[in-house]
């Protein structure tokens, strides 16, 4: 019988259909993080893994893994698993595209607005006991309605969150590899450079994958071009931005604040600087967390899975 190794606990309903067909093992915990070592031994008969992305999957485990047919990782992302590898060896990547776009567009435009008007600042103070009275200039944020937003990477993602923002009379600019002329037409998007994008934008979004090219890039120089009344919302991987350039523009006033769901250590460490910050909204990357989606996603995977152990195409292949 063939093996599926999960290396996160999940939900009944999405797993026992599996176990009728395979032998199925699963990490204990919801929450608690496997080390690389334990995903060695735990997987080692497995013909699939399905993985989470602060799974690292690279070709040493790849090579430790001699049964693997498929990964089938619970996420758009697929930043931690070498691809090349997998492609090398013969062995299935399966992802979750389209499905949590609209979920995490919303979430996108939430942190958006919860950064402009300091919800989160405003709640921790009410909780502390420092709402004393009313105070004209207290707390007071930015406006969303009718701002400037700039969106780098104009995926499916980006386009819903245009979307929404064309319901508060936002003007959108964007940047992408390539343009989306269809898109420019039909909702009145217009294509920037990207400096010119961060030049005029009150809120830039993040929302382009993880890669070479992507790394670092927001950095100093990036930052430097942004008003000093701008917000950077960024809900793509945090790799994509210069943490310590952020701080640096943070706390030197060059750019007004950030709304994180990402940073480039997840889960991030206690001590991190940003967090320090009160101009700095955080959320610890739940972009896609709806019941509705989540349980979407699970069940792309268990079917990816499925169809490739009994040699069938799966829907969602990358390689």
């Known amino acids: 019988m063939k093996k599926i190794f999960i290396t996160r606990k999940l939900p009944d309903e ?6 009728e067909k395979f032998e199925v093992k699963m990490w204990h915990s919801e929450e608690i993080q496997m080390t690389y070592e334990e995903l060695k031994t735990e997987a080692k008969e497995a013909h699939a893994l399905w993985t989470v992305l602060s799974d690292k999957v690279d070709r040493e485990l790849m090579e430790s893994l001699p049964n693997l047919k498929v990964i089938s990782n619970l996420a758009v992302g697929y930043n931690n698993i070498d691809v090349e590898a997998a492609k090398e060896r013969g062995i299935v990547v399966t992802n979750t595209p389209g499905v949590l776009t609209e979920t995490t567009a919303d979430l996108t435009f939430s942190l958006l607005l919860a950064t402009a ?10 909780r502390a006991g420092k709402w004393k009275s009313w105070t004209p200039m207290g707390l007071t944020g930015m406006d969303v309605f009718g701002a400037t937003l700039g ?39 217009t294509y920037v450079e990207l400096d010119t994008l961060l030049q005029e934008s009150d809120f830039v979004v993040l929302l382009t994958p993880l890669t070479p090219e992507t790394k670092g890039l927001i950095g100093e120089r990036e930052l430097e071009l942004m008003k000093e009344t701008s917000a950077i919302i960024n809900v ?14 943070l706390t030197t006033n060059k750019i007004w604040a950030a709304g994180l ?22 959320l610890p990357h739940i972009g896609s967390a709806s019941i509705h989606t989540r349980m979407a996603m699970m069940q792309m995977n268990a079917e990816d899975i499925e169809a490739v152990l009994e ?6 292949r990358v390689v």
């Open 311 to 316: 040699d069938k195409e799966p829907e969602n």
């Open 261 to 282: 769901d990402v940073f480039e250590v997840e889960p991030v460490p206690m001590d991190h600087p940003l967090l320090t910050l009160p101009n700095v909204t955080v």
């Open 14 to 19: 999405i797993v026992n259909p599996l176990k």
């Open 151 to 189: 969106i780098i990477g104009m995926g499916r993602i980006g386009e819903a969150v245009a979307r929404r923002a064309k319901g508060f009379g936002m003007k959108v600019l964007y940047h992408n590899r390539s343009r989306k002329v269809e898109a420019e037409e039909k909702f009145g998007f």
């Open 117 to 126: 008007r300091r919800v989160t600042e405003a709640e921790r103070d009410l």
């Open 236 to 249: 793509a991987r945090g790799g994509v931005v210069d943490e310590q350039a952020l701080y640096e523009a």
